[in-house]
Every structure is written in C-alpha cells, then in structure tokens.
C-alpha cells in the first residue's frame, strides 16, 4: 500500500511560482510511475505531468509549455512539481498519485489559486 500526501499550494499572482511536494510513504514494488493530476471547479480531473520510476523519464500535458517541471527524490522518498509562469487558468486542486499499469493510488489534494 501507498500513501500519498500533497503540499505546497497557496495562493500566489500570475506570473509566480509554487513547488508542489508530495510525500510518499509504503512500498512502492510494482510502482511504475508517479504523475500530477489537477481539477478545476466544473472541470473533469487533467494530467499535469508525469514520470517513470525506472528512468525519471518525465511527459507534460500541452498547457504545461515548458512551465512546469517534475522530478523525484528517491532517498527522500518524494516527488515535486516546480511550477514557474503561473496563469489564472492555472487554478486548481493538484492531486499526487502513483501505480503500475494504471494512477490506482492517490492523494487528497492541495489547492492551488492563481490570482491578483
């Protein structure tokens, strides 16, 4: 089983940054990738970026544009999304997760609000 926590959102003004960390605890055997989902009020849930835990191999949804960028620590046991450039359209609720042929294991979510 895997635990998943988010952090790091908040409030900050177009144009700015935020580091998203996500804290995982449990056995990751069998995980093969790791990955950012967001949802915006009304909207369906979106991949934001995800990566491969063999190779740190990373792919980025269209919207990104060079925006964001994900890695991982292996001896923290962590991932993070280094958000730059924020927009308005931005806002959401940024979820972690993680699994092996599918996202099974998720966080609960941290808000992030891109606003002047």
């Known amino acids: 089983q895997v635990q998943l926590v988010e952090s790091g959102g908040g409030l900050v003004q177009p144009g700015g940054s935020l580091r998203l960390s996500c804290s995982v605890s449990?056995?990751?055997?069998?995980?093969?990738?790791m990955g950012w989902y967001r949802q915006a009020p009304g909207k369906q849930r979106e991949l934001v970026a995800g990566i491969t835990i063999s190779d740190n191999s990373a792919n980025y949804a269209d919207f990104v544009e060079g925006r964001f960028t994900i890695s991982r620590d292996n001896d923290n046991n962590a991932m993070y999304l280094q958000m730059d450039s924020l927009k308005p359209e931005d806002t959401a609720v940024y979820y972690c997760t993680a699994g092996a042929t599918a996202y099974d294991y998720w966080g609960q979510g941290t808000q992030v609000t891109v606003s002047s």
């Open positions: 449990g056995s990751m055997s069998g995980i093969y990738a």
